[in-house]
């Protein structure tokens, strides 16, 4: 059997402007979940990787902030 490609190429969508219209609202209504969901997921990623890189502050300029007593501020 022999395969055979067909390209396709697409020069025109003929589509009424109100019903584009429509299709772009539900569409952006339907990214704000999607927006919520990856802010939850970039938030558990940064808040672990803030957790695991959060103790190689000492003995920097970042790690004497908080004026501890033992160090004379």
Known sequence: MEEKN???VVVDIRMPFWSMVVF??????AAIPAIIILFFIFSLFFMILG???GGFNEGTWAGHLGGSPGRGG
Do not use: A, C, Q, T
């Open 6 to 8: 067909n390209l396709v």
């Open 24 to 29: 772009m609202v539900k569409w952006s209504i």
């Open 51 to 53: 957790g695991l890189l």
